[in-house]
């Protein structure tokens, strides 16, 4: 047996008095990784460089210079309009198991605070909160955000995270924030605002075919899936073999979606050197 293997065999089989929660699997390549080290990394495998998921405040906290964070529009929670009940729960006791689950409100975490010593605007949706799907609260914090970049001539950040785009639980409440962030960003432009889009992996649905695809500067993590309809569904729809890498940041990149492909360590530098480059 290599090294490697007693490694992880090791790590499966901890011997009796070593601390849970010591180690973690990469979810790529599932070797089987120090914990402190992955942290270290923020969260990107030593091994294979895959990006792994990080919360919204988690996100906040590597881009954000420390105690320059201020949340905007906190209180803000959502409801359920339509009444909606699907075979496993009502939505309004999802709200409940979800808001428990992550200790976010929504799926979003919005507001402002410096880079590198350059006030912007923020907002960075989390794709642990019902798959990062887009409701009517995470619409609205996303058009408060943008209005205050207008107001206070900030530059914008959005990082999106979204495996579910629209939220079908708000029907078309939900379809309706697409238009509504994208008028937002539209006001943006108008007032001479540079908005910089960053997508994680997953960027899915109604948020990478409405303000997730409208930046000035799109970048995009290294293998991030993005697209509107995922790869398994494309296929089963059309039915055609779909190029090897399709709708991964990557691919996209090489076809002229994105500008820039962008590893984790190096974002909250780019931002900033963006920032300047733009003027703004």
Known sequence: MDENSTWQNSAKHPKRGVPEGLWVRCPGCQAVIFRKEADRRLGVCPECEYHWYVSARERIRQLIDEGTFEEWDAQLRPTDPLEFVDPKSAYSDRIVKEQAKTSLNDAIVSGTGMIRAR???????DSAFMMGSMGSVVGERLTRTIEQAIDNSLPLIIVSASGGGARMQEGILSLMQMAKVSAALA???????????????????????????????????????????????????VRLE???????????????????????????????????????
């Open 119 to 125: 006030r912007v605007a923020i907002a960075v949706t």
């Open 187 to 237: 006001r943006l432009d108008k007032a001479g605002g540079l908005y910089i889009s960053v997508l994680t992996n997953p960027t899915m649905g109604g948020v990478a075919a409405s303000f997730a695809s409208l930046g000035d500067l799109i970048f995009a993590e290294p293998k991030a899936l993005i697209g509107f309809a995922g790869p398994r569904t494309i296929k089963a729809t």
């Open 242 to 280: 779909l190029p090897p890498g399709f709708q991964t940041s990557e691919f996209l990149l090489e076809h002229g979606y994105i500008d820039r492909i962008v590893k984790r360590a190096d974002l909250k530098s780019e931002l900033a050197r963006a920032i300047d480059y733009c003027g703004k």
